[in-house]
């Protein structure tokens, strides 16, 4: 099977030749579509042989992805963004996968680890579209936060694609399109709707926030798996304005939707835990560290909630309750998922010093 990779890019000249020098040997043809680049990012992409077309851009991210879909000519295509990269060490994979690929696979998911610790291990996680059939007619939806909703035959693979973004370039676009899109007449798909309610979030408006994510979450078409992250960001949008009740009720909305997963039961730890309810703060968090972590379910996942976390918050939560041996070990526990962990580390300093623990 031979396959494309499509990219849209604006003024990547910083991260485009790590991006392509990490997948070039793995596809057939490169298709980069430059929405108005400033810099010489045309010129690396050509001196990487890639095939170069220009978009004049329209406040659409799919509008830009669907014409660099529309210049591919192999049976599969794949899609990354400039500062995206295939690991070195998952290239073998990669290649392994290309090759035995067969026409009865439509799609092609694989993770996306977008946030890493100091260490390099991802600490936000999900699955996403990544490699999908020409014949199939796929096509990107949505001005911003784009996406394909999946159908057809989809193989899960484990190979990740990391994303290592340098600076943000412009930290309000996505909410500027997405308001330029409602002002224009567009109705919000209710995806789209979700993804406007976290930029409301991200900017701090909260109240309007607040507003988006209840309606997002009366609608019948929302996906599952972000009506349970629309209920940890609203619970947070309650902290934020001092709405404790409504916090902990967003908490356990959630559990409507689907079994909870770590994220929300370290989300309970943590209210409990804010209004000294040590007790019922430890059950939460023991919650987490029994919690089995489903890589395929499409959730985004905070790596750290299946282990790390929860060990470094019983061990706080039994030495508020003055059981320091059982806070020692959970602290101990917690060294085992991240030996490095500044607050492990720093835990066990105390343990040494202020209880005389080895």
Known sequence: MTLSLCMIVKDEAAVLSRCLSSICSGVDEMIIVDTGSTDNTKEIALSFGAKVYDFPWCDNFSAARNFALSKTTMDYWMWMDADDILPDAQLPDFLKLKEQLTDDTDIVMMKYETSFDEQGKPLFSFYRERILKKSRHYIWEGPVHEAITPFGNLLYSSIAIHHKKIHVKDSDRNLRIYEKWIKSGHPLEARHQFYYARELYDHRNYQKAIQQFEQFLTRPDGWYVNKLDACRLLSCCYHEIS??????????????????????????????????????????????????????????????????????????????????????????????????GKEYLENKIYFQTVHHFS
């Not at 009720?249 to 209004?275: N, T, V």
């Not at 790596?303 to 508020?320: A, F, R």
Request: aromatic letters at 20%; a negative charge; hydrophobic letters at 40%.
């Open 243 to 340: 709405d404790e009740p409504k916090a902990l009720q967003s908490l356990f909305a959630s559990f409507a939707y689907d079994i909870p997963g770590a994220e929300i039961f370290c989300d309970l730890g943590a209210w409990f835990f804010r209004h000294e309810k040590f007790l019922q703060s430890i059950f939460w968090y023991s919650q987490a560290l029994n919690s089995p972590k489903d890589e395929t379910s499409g959730k985004f996942l905070l790596d750290e909630c299946y282990g790390y976390l929860p060990c470094i918050w019983l061990c706080v939560c039994y030495d508020k309750l003055g059981e320091y041996k059982k806070a020692a070990l959970y602290n101990e526990k917690a060294g085992m998922y991240k030996p490095y």
